[in-house]
């Protein structure tokens, strides 16, 4: 079966040791990021399940002079095939066999957080439960007791408070005791409904010898009957067809089996939660219940989410704007006067190549780090807190009717800042196809730096209009993002794509830990991707604007211009103008400092309303901002794209789309407003 | 109907006090904030009932509306947990309201 999630073989033999090799299982909002972080610090590996875009985690540390190889499993409420998260977590668990799953589980929510160990206990590696935010649950007055809960499953449960890092290495300590021991009795584990325990033997004496190793045949009746759909067509092909065929009769007479397996579980978890469970009636109203009242009202949380959003940009601009422009004086600035001066002797084209290739690279790299960081940080934090999902709640039935999920809503509006971590942010969206809709739509929104373009070349060829000019190209491509969502929610990715079904987590104090370590990962992460790519385009675009004569008028960009000018002419545009916008894929900003060179203006405005009027008429002017807004984004957005789809293939299919997208929108609004003058 | 015989007879077995055969089940979407009910079917495809069931939806489990605003996706809280639904979602939930 799945080959995917082998252990590297450097990590796990190193110099012929053993390594104990440890996964951590759990359901989302359980704290299991922050327990993941308590064990391995800053020794983690963030990168990608072979072939998926799910984020993989794992780290190598020491505890009491052993070497632990520990991989943190996607989160996930159970082990269908539904999702390539549970699929990742199962196979790994079969395919690995880790010495020891540990699975953390919320106390606030007993009984649905048992329903993943009831799935867990059906796996081959034995497993020790961490009970974590008791602090929590006290407060919503829930109390467990772990020994009660430990004797009940027959497996250790280990009270914690991973926030405060109270008793995560209790945690672990069991969890190495049991890697070398064993569990200490047989686990108590869920039977299947009464109903259906004939028909589950009979399914697993049909298949048994053919069940391939390493995966347990109990396991995969129980999914078969289940009508898990990886398993079962897996089985399907290594099995004769006279016996399929009557495994297939048996199921076709049980075809709710799903819920008697889920029902056969919670029987489960009611038994052994007996006498460990105890649920006060508070009296008074907790703290969740206080906060919802406002946070997902339908108006006042429309109120709550405008005031968080204002909160954020607030920050953005107060803190990310200087910190950009400070970055850009005193530190690319310098490098860039630096490298002047000392190649002040040396050929032009080298110290071009330095100044204006690299270090343009540099400098378009270095501009996005202070806005990353802001916007990592508030939506780490948002996360953390549990208000995330109060935001998706809110926006839902605005989103649903693009396609969209809640979850949409908040990635995409950070595009309204930069395109980046809106993309990067996309990853909180759970269904698949609905994220990867959001991140192909994201482009739509018009970021800084393009609103910054629009408004400075409104007010320089429309300086009666340049207001409603404005407003109206920012919310052009708006309207289309609506306009492809709805399509694509009915015609592309037909059925229930936005099935909306989220947990709405107890709101908690923030992990400042998790939150900055995650800062810190994506941050790396994108300068990782993007670094190459960035300094790369921008080397090609100097080099095309400079080669072979050292003038851009003369160089191969102009000729490309000029050769794409029939193009250009249909929205009106002549060559200067199609490289402009060409060159608007280094960075936003590049498309008014183009113009400026190509018409000696330079970039300030001034200069640029005074020279800019007499080379454009009033329908080439729109057509050329309309196919600016519309048009790819820069090379940054894109490397994300690659990133977060996972293939070249979408990333690629977007620049063509956005392209052609942009092509008609210049060429319709250029051939509009000549046949019916503005 | 099979598959939604057998759940009903699983309903009934889990929750004695139940009325037997009985035919008055709503849409969990038709909850007022604050009624509770309990869960009598799901209908849809295998992925959502499993999804469903792993939230704590299952035949037998009660369910209290948090919010239910008449429009647009609702709070349901089950086994001590807060879920958001979509309508579409609430409403392939059958259940039996209390009182």
């Not at chain 1, 999914?223 to 079962?232: A, M, Q, R, S």
């Not at chain 1, 790369?536 to 008028?553: C, K, Q």
């Not at chain 2, 037997?20 to 709503?26: K, P, R």
């Amino acid at each position: 079966m799945h080959q995917q999630g082998a252990p590297r073989p450097s990590l796990v033999q190193e110099k012929g040791e053993k390594i104990l090799s440890i996964a951590l299982a759990g359901q989302p909002n359980v704290g299991k990021s922050t327990v993941f972080n308590l064990l391995t610090g800053l020794n983690q590996h963030v990168g990608n399940w072979p072939g998926k875009t799910v984020e993989r985690r794992e780290g190598v540390f020491e505890h009491h002079g052993e070497r632990i190889h520990l991989v943190d499993l996607p989160g996930t409420y159970c082990l269908t095939a539904a999702s390539p998260e549970e699929m990742i977590a199962r196979d790994y668990i079969v395919q690995n066999r880790p010495d020891v799953v540990m699975v953390v589980i919320n106390a606030a929510s007993l009984e649905r957080n048992l329903y993943l160990v009831a799935e867990l206990l059906a796996l081959p590696s034995p497993i020790v439960i961490g009970l974590n935010m008791m602090d929590v649950a006290e407060q919503e007055g829930v109390l467990v007791d772990p020994q009660k809960l430990a004797a009940a499953i027959g497996v250790p449960v280990i009270p914690m408070v991973a926030s405060k890092n109270r008793g995560v290495h209790d945690f672990l300590d069991a969890a190495l005791k049991v890697a070398h021991e064993g569990l200490p009795q047989e686990p108590s584990r869920p039977e299947i409904r009464a109903d259906h325990r004939d028909v589950l033997k009979a399914i697993e004496a049909l298949l048994g010898e053919w069940v391939p190793a390493p995966y347990p045949a109990d396991w995969v009746a129980l999914k078969v009957l289940e009508g898990d759909t990886e398993i079962t067509a897996r089985m399907k092909a290594v099995t004769p067809p006279d016996i399929w065929a009557r495994v297939e009769s048996l199921l076709r007479q049980h075809e709710d089996a799903l819920i008697a397996v889920a029902g056969g579980r919670y029987a489960w978890i009611r038994r052994v939660t007996q006498g460990a469970l105890i649920k006060a009636h508070l009296g008074h109203v907790t703290l969740t219940q206080r906060l919802d009242a406002w946070a997902t009202h339908p108006l006042w949380g429309l109120v709550v989410l405008a005031a968080v959003l204002a909160v954020v940009f607030g920050l953005t601009y107060a803190v990310g704007g200087p910190l950009q422009s400070w970055v850009e004086r005193h530190i690319v600035g310098a490098l860039a006067k630096g490298a002047a001066r000392l190649l002040q002797n040396g050929p032009v084209w080298l110290s071009g190549l330095v100044v204006d290739g690299i270090l343009g690279g540099v400098g378009t790299l270095i501009s996005f780090l202070p806005i990353l960081a802001i916007f990592f940080a508030t939506m780490g934090f948002l996360e953390d807190v549990g208000y995330m999902a109060r935001a998706a709640y809110i926006m839902d039935r605005f989103m649903h009717a693009l396609g969209l999920h809640g979850k949409s809503f908040m990635p995409l509006f950070l595009g309204f800042g930069c395109n980046v971590p809106a993309i990067m942010g996309t990853r909180i969206i759970e269904s698949h196809p609905s994220r990867l809709l959001t991140i192909l739509l994201a482009p739509l929104v018009p970021c800084t730096a393009r609103l910054a373009v629009l408004t400075v070349l409104a007010h320089a060829l429309f300086p009666q209009k340049a207001l409603l000019v404005t407003v109206s190209l920012t919310a052009l491509p708006l309207l289309v993002l609506a306009g492809v969502g709805a399509f694509a929610q009915r015609f592309v990715f037909k059925g229930d794509q936005a099935a909306f079904i989220m947990e709405m987590p107890l709101y908690h104090q923030p992990n400042w830990r998790t939150i900055g370590i995650g800062i810190w990962q994506r941050l790396v992460a994108f300068l990782r991707k993007a670094a190459t790519v960035i300094l790369a385009v921008s080397v090609i675009i100097w080099a095309l604007s400079t080669l072979p004569y050292g003038e851009i008028e003369t160089s191969l960009l102009a000729a490309v211009g000029r050769f794409l000018e029939p193009v250009g002419a249909l929205m009106g545009l002549e060559w200067r103008q199609v490289v402009a916008i060409l060159t608007s894929f280094v960075a936003k900003e590049n498309a008014v400092a183009t113009l400026g060179v190509l018409y000696g203006a330079g970039e300030s405005a001034e200069a640029l309303s005074v020279v800019l009027p007499s080379h454009f008429t009033v329908a080439s002017g729109l057509a050329f901002l309309v196919a600016e807004m519309l048009f790819i984004p820069c090379v940054a957005t894109v490397v994300v794209i690659r990133q977060e789809t996972g293939s070249w293939k979408w990333a690629l299919g977007e620049i063509a789309f956005l392209a052609l997208l942009a092509f008609l929108g210049g060429t319709i609004t250029y051939q509009l407003v000549r046949l019916w003058p503005i | 109907m099979h598959h939604d015989e057998q759940a009903e007879e699983h309903s009934q077995a889990l929750n004695e006090t139940l009325p037997a055969g009985g035919d008055n089940f709503v849409s969990l979407a038709d909850l007022l904030p604050g009624q509770s009910g309990t869960v009598l079917r799901l209908s849809g495809g295998r992925g959502f009932v499993g999804r469903m069931a792993a939230l704590g939806f299952t035949p037998g489990a009660e369910v209290t509306m948090v919010r239910n605003p008449g429009r647009g996706p609702v709070i349901v809280s089950v086994l001590d947990t807060s879920v958001a639904l979509g309508r579409g979602q609430a409403s392939r939930v059958h259940v039996r309201p209390k009182g």
